[in-house]
């Protein structure tokens, strides 16, 4: 019989950002403790690390409300940051041209266990 641990998710999807502005900070915590990898992200200034941490908080907090145990030992199981829609705008140009630029979303999925 296989033992399974119990996993706590979180997502914020939607995110106005580009997912590979993200994904390096989602390789800097993956695999690591939650509350460390909280301390790690509060370090950089950017974006990026503070939707992960959002998420990251927001997970840690669904495990509590689910009463789970030991939650100084919650590990990041998965965070996966998946593109989303991307909305298409107009920008006008000299000569009365125009030229197209993508606004680009991501979605953040981070499993805690």
């Known amino acids: 019989m296989k033992f399974t641990m119990a996993t706590y998710q979180a ?3 939607f995110v106005q950002m580009s997912a590979r502005k993200i994904r390096p900070f989602a390789d800097l915590v993956r695999g690591k403790f939650a509350d460390e990898a909280l301390e ?3 370090c950089y200034p950017n974006r990026g690390a503070r939707f992960i941490e959002k998420v990251i908080h927001s997970a840690v907090k669904n495990a509590e409300d689910q009463r789970a145990p030991h939650l100084d030992e919650l590990e990041i199981v998965e965070i996966r940051i ?10 006008p140009k000299s000569r009365g041209s125009s030229s197209i630029y993508l606004k ?5 999925t981070v499993v805690v266990g």
């Open 104 to 108: 680009r979303m991501s979605h953040i």
């Open 11 to 13: 997502k914020h999807r």
């Open 82 to 91: 998946d593109s989303g829609p991307v909305a298409k705008r107009f920008r």
């Open 40 to 42: 790690l992200l509060a």
